[in-house]
RNA sequence: GCCCGAGUGGUGGAAUGGCAGACACGGCGGACUCAAAAUCCGCUGCUCGAAAGGGCGUGUGGGUUCGACUCCCACCUCGGGCACCA
């Protein structure tokens, strides 16, 4: 602000809207909103019914944000666009009337708060509850209407406890895939144990002892544990998945080297779910592209699994998935993921005769043995980058071994190459360089045979190809489309017993447990046999151990171990426990659950936070689920959902698939978590780099005729998201103080469409900043502080752009368009500040709307004014104002007259006169008629109440 | 490399087949003031013109249409996502 109020002969009026005032009056409603517990949601049953009651039979509106993580640097003024938006639409719903559910819960567990421990000797959770602390202040500040009771963190044992029951639901669960649902072991055994489900890995149920039944079950479950190849980080002691590996092969967090090796691990099957993850996002309302986001991580593919038999080792078959099955006629060789099990088998003891390239880049005294441990070791290193800058450079090693063709009976040679990947298909590929760009690149590299399967139109090159044609050099195949041929190949193939149709998805099951201290425990403790054992419901939670050293054994030795920090907290570990049978001595699970786990069910907790009996009470679940609202019936229980895109595949998936386990269990009564999603754009801002490439602080950048300067020297200045990282944040808390809320709120929201990522500028505030001041002038005397309004009507003019206003700001909030709404907005009150200067007093016809509509955006202000103009209670369930249809309509419209397509000249015609009207009032203007007299008219299309178009 | 999205005044943006540039920032001018600030009023896409008025204009090039920022094709640039997915 640039009031000078030091300065002497300056006279600022005692009731002016400034910082000052707006901050007095921001503090006064929070309060009051706080006291009278405005914004408490009622429930219509069990423990959160006794505030605002009467509007649990209302329609229900579940408005819903991403939680945030609570770091320690606090909110910048990215952060709560989003949460801004909600409040806005919660506040506008409330007003609609509707029941809104909205609160403001943290993801509190992660890998942030440990690294600090670490760094500090400071307990996870007290900077934790620090961090929660500010945040909770910081939200307060920006006049969130949460129902405060109603918020949640993760890391709190009477929260984990219930992330461990669903843990527990999940782990005592198999997929039956004829009923095509979760349901729960138990019935698995009593169908084996009653002889009414045979064992589906060709066993005989009765011939198996306890424990390998129990093994039989406990490889059915969707919770079990597997050998997975996992990226170690021994910098941070700890495994990381795939997506929180950099594209240079380093942790996504400290950036420390990561090594693939592998360990024994919890999975969760969400492979099970891949056809119902794809087919239900026909029911909810994302846009196109999130949805098809998710579709391609799924990645259905439709095609074969071929077994070819190895030459030399009778009984040993390698199974491949292909797309592309009506090529096997061209499959010249083939390749192994280095670590596939079948490549100790089969790899030869020495060379059989074969080109010297073939053996790969070890030297050609090493025996295949040595190379192919050789190059698994090469690809254990390799990090993503030097794969990324090799290009087409394919690398491979021959095993010496050959496998043969089942359509051609020819020997074709056996290569591992890491193009080939473990985790998807069979994990080998039958190789047709003809038809795939990867095999093509390969074969050129080895020299290895091309057989084209599929004949190139006339002209093609030297390339592989991968479009339709007539089949050629394929047998009985041979004139077939791509389609044709696939069909009767897969018909062969399982005539012939070679193979079958098949879908694989590149979906991978979810690798589950973290050697992490701050995370939920497993509940899960180990018999004697080893065999993991599910904790008692009523034994919940498994609290984390009050360790001193929580820090992960880290090293730089890529061979060491992975130790889990709650390995050493032995008291802990050793228990003993009486699961039904007597005290026992029982092993604790000392890796803790992913940071996903917490917030893959949050939105459910907030309907019951308060529960001690249940996750959320059915009655309370039932009502937010399937209670009434608007529209058509939905599919998920959120209405609205608002968040960063970046959570668009991995958060958005795993919710979605907790949320199906539940649903088939009958927790729950939708299939789906979120109805509407919405992608907030990001806040962006100037960063400014120096000569070595370092960013520096972005507030002590100075410009001076384009040119910027820090300290002196020399910087450019880039584009980037406001962060930490680029030296560019700005706090709201700043921002409040030197404008107010309710002018933060209304930038934030004017600043462009709320999906649509936008520069921060500060110095654009001050245009809003008016908006309210003016909004308050017209309201208010600045002298006395008392409210000028008058009951007299306003002119037509002016009540007819209330009524448009009304109209259009509704469909803006509807929308989530609160740019335009904002503009909308300024629109009336330009005009009230006109009626106001010719009249000296505002007519509460127009002030009471405007505030109303206002309020969501602005709250604070507009509850203030709401007050000042005689009304003793919150505005936040007033009735949204509703425009008069008969004001929509003007008397007269103007409309364009065009002339072979360029307006010439603009005309007024009654409104809803008919075509001859319009035609007549465009020709009777004097410059159109002169145009018209040079040439006939051939056509004239009339768009009534818009245009008239004269073709010449 | 593949996939998705976006390109509109000096700036943020508005308009989803029908008058391009709503609203705001910035700029220019005026009123008020000794003066400045604040406030209020007006102008502000580029260009030719003293003016009246004309020409051009939504990344580029084509196309569909009486009419295209909007739909289709190709290309360019920027942003985001993915990593050899058979």
């Known amino acids: 602000m640039t009031e000078r109020a030091a300065e002497p002969n300056i006279e600022i009026p005692a009731h002016r809207y400034n910082a000052a005032l707006a901050n007095a009056i921001e503090a006064k409603w929070q309060d009051r909103w706080e006291a009278d517990r405005t914004f408490y949601t009622p429930n219509p049953t069990g423990l959160l019914t006794e505030v605002n009651s009467e509007r649990a039979s209302l329609p229900k509106r579940y408005v819903l944000d991403m939680f945030p993580y609570p770091s320690g640097e606090g909110l910048h003024v990215g952060h709560p666009l989003g949460f801004i938006g909600t409040d806005v639409y919660a506040r506008f719903s409330r007003m609609s009337g509707f029941n809104v559910l909205h609160t403001m819960g943290f993801d509190a567990f992660g890998l942030p708060a440990e690294q600090y421990a670490v760094r500090t000797g400071q307990h996870p959770s007290v900077t934790t509850a620090e961090n929660i602390a500010n945040y909770r202040r910081q939200l307060r500040v920006l006049g969130m209407a949460h129902d405060s009771r109603r918020s949640i963190a993760t890391s709190d044992p009477s929260y984990y406890r219930w992330t461990q029951w669903i843990f527990l639901r999940i782990f005592n669960s198999w997929y039956d895939h004829e009923a095509d649902r979760a349901r729960p072991v138990s019935e698995l055994s009593a169908e084996l144990d009653g002889g009414t489900r045979e064992p589906d890995d060709g066993s005989t149920w009765s011939e198996l002892d306890d424990g390998e039944r129990r093994d039989y079950v406990d490889a059915h479950r969707l919770v079990y544990r597997a050998e997975a190849n996992v990226n170690w980080c021994p910098a941070l002691g700890t495994v990381l998945a795939n997506e929180e590996v950099t594209a240079d092969g380093l942790s996504e967090i400290g950036n420390h080297p990561v090594y693939k090796r592998p360990l024994k691990q919890w999975m969760m099957r969400i492979t099970a779910y891949a056809e119902r993850l794809i087919e239900d996002l026909d029911l909810v309302d994302w846009t196109d592209s999130i949805k098809l986001m998710q579709r391609n991580w799924i990645g259905r593919s439709v095609g074969a699994e071929v077994r070819f038999t190895v030459a030399k080792h009778d009984g040993v078959d390698i199974t491949v998935f292909t797309t592309r099955p009506d090529t096997l006629f061209g499959a010249t060789y083939m390749v192994l993921a280095p670590e596939h ?96 760009a990867r095999d093509w690149d390969f074969a050129k590299q080895f020299g290895l045979p091309i057989v084209r399967t599929v004949q190139p139109p006339e002209g093609f090159g030297d390339e592989p190809y991968l479009g339709d044609g007539p089949a050629i050099n394929s047998g009985p195949l041979d004139g077939l489309n791509v389609v044709d041929a696939k069909r009767k190949m897969i018909e062969g193939l399982e005539r012939g017993g070679w193979g079958r149709g098949t879908t694989t998805y590149k979906l991978r099951d979810w690798l589950f447990s973290r050697q992490r201290y701050w995370g939920e425990p497993f509940p899960i403790v180990y018999g004697d046999d080893d065999r993991p054992i599910a904790v008692p419901d009523a034994m919940l939670p498994v609290e984390l151990p009050e360790v001193v050293d929580f820090a992960p054994r880290i090293s730089d030795d890529p061979d060491a171990l992975p130790e889990p920090p709650l390995a050493r907290a032995e008291d802990w570990v050793f228990t003993e426990l009486d699961l039904g049978d007597g005290l026992k001595k029982y092993r604790r699970e000392t890796n803790t659950m992913p940071q996903w786990a917490g917030s893959c069910w949050y939105y459910l907790r907030y309907l019951d936070p308060t529960n001690e009996d249940a996750m959320v009470d059915p009655q309370v679940e039932k009502y937010w689920a399937t209670g009434s609202r608007d529209g058509a019936a939905a599919a998920g229980v959120v209405d609205l959902y608002v968040g960063g895109v970046e959570h668009a595949v991995l958060h958005l998936l795993y919710a979605r698939f907790w949320h199906k386990v ?146 259009a700001v509704r469909a803006d909030m509807t929308n989530l368009r609160f740019n335009t709404a904002v503009a909308r907005l300024t629109e009336l009150n330009n005009r009230l500040t006109s009626v106001v200067a010719r009249d000296g007093s505002a007519p509460r016809e127009v002030v009471e709307p405007l505030l109303l509509m206002t309020a969501p955006l602005a709250p604070h202000i507009a509850e203030e004014l709401w007050q000042l103009t005689g009304h003793p209670s919150t505005l936040a369930y007033e009735p949204f104002p509703e425009a008069d249809a008969a004001w929509l309509l003007e008397d007269q419209v103007e409309i364009g007259v065009q002339v072979d397509g360029k307006v010439r000249a603009r005309v007024m015609v009654p409104a809803g006169s008919d075509d001859a009207a319009h035609e007549a009032a465009a020709r009777a203007d004097a410059k159109v008629a002169a145009l018209l007299a040079e040439k006939p008219v051939r056509k004239t299309i009339v768009v009534a109440g818009r245009l008239v178009n004269f073709i010449r």
């Not at 490549?343 to 005294?365: L, M, Y």
């Not at 002196?712 to 404008?739: A, F, Q, W």
Request: aromatic letters at 10%; one cysteine or more.
């Open 341 to 436: 099990p079948l490549v100790d088998t089969i790899v030869a003891s020495s060379w059989p005769g074969c080109p010297a390239a073939w053996r790969g880049v070890f030297g050609v005294d090493v025996s295949p043995p040595e190379a192919v441990s050789h190059y698994r070791e090469y690809v254990a290193k390799k990090s993503e980058l030097e794969r990324q800058s090799e290009g087409k450079e394919k690398t491979g090693v021959f095993i010496g071994a050959y496998a043969i063709n089942p359509t051609t009976n020819e020997k074709i040679p056996i290569f591992i190459a890491d193009y080939v990947l473990m985790g998807y298909g069979t994990g080998a590929i039958m190789a047709v360089p003809a038809q795939d």
């Open 662 to 807: 539940l649903y088939d269990l009958g927790h729950v009564s939708t299939s789906e978590p979120f109805q509407r999603l919405y992608n907030q754009g990001y806040v962006l801002a100037a960063a400014y780099v120096d000569a070595r490439g370092v960013y520096v602080e972005a507030t002590e950048v100075v410009e001076r005729d384009g040119v910027f300067t820090f300290e002196g020297e020399p910087v450019t200045r880039e584009h980037g998201k406001m962060g930490k990282s680029l030296k560019n944040s700005v706090t709201p808390d700043d921002i409040c103080t030197e404008y107010g809320t309710d002018t933060l709120r209304l930038y934030e929201m004017f600043m462009g469409p709320l999906d649509v990522s936008r520069a921060w500028n500060t110095s654009d505030i001050i245009g809003v900043h008016r908006f309210l001041q003016r909004l308050w002038r017209n309201a208010v005397d600045e002298d006395t502080g008392v409210a000028h309004v008058t009951d007299l009507p306003v002119d037509d003019e002016t009540r007819r752009l209330l009524n448009r206003t009304i109209a």
